[in-house]
């Protein structure tokens, strides 16, 4: 089992920058794929980014360049420093963790097994 919070969300005028953190407890945490979803009013769930131990990294299209993600493996945490965000950067953003996460699956939803709670992210215009 794996426990999951996150933490910095908010609200920020486009343009500017956040950084959301996701804390993983339970005893095989490090095994697994850490990453952000992130679901807007009306939409899908969609991938944002996502990291392994070994800090195998795979992002969206439309964060790359703006949004890194990084992991402390000591503190089983993980963290989205979002830049130069936009008004389409608004929505719940996710905490997921993934065992069996690939090349191939790493943007389904299903991939992964384990979910935070979510926290809000607004970007005015």
């Known amino acids: 089992q794996v426990q999951l919070v996150e933490s910095g969300g908010g609200l920020v005028q486009a343009g500017g920058s956040l950084r959301l953190s996701c804390a993983a407890s339970g005893r095989t945490a490090s095994s697994y794929y850490m990453g952000w979803f992130r679901q807007a009013p009306g939409k899908e769930r969609e991938f944002v980014a996502t990291i392994n131990w070994w800090g195998t990294v795979y992002y969206t299209d439309s964060v790359k360049g703006r949004f890194t993600i990084s992991r402390d493996n000591a503190k089983n945490t993980i963290n989205l420093q979002m830049d130069t965000l936009k008004p389409e950067d608004t929505a719940v953003y996710y905490c997921?963790?993934?065992?069996?996460?690939?090349?191939?699956?790493?943007?389904?939803?299903?991939?992964?097994?384990?979910w935070g709670q979510g926290t809000q992210v607004t970007v005015s215009s």
């Open positions: 997921a963790a993934g065992l069996v996460v690939t090349s191939g699956n790493y943007y389904y939803t299903s991939t992964y097994n384990y």
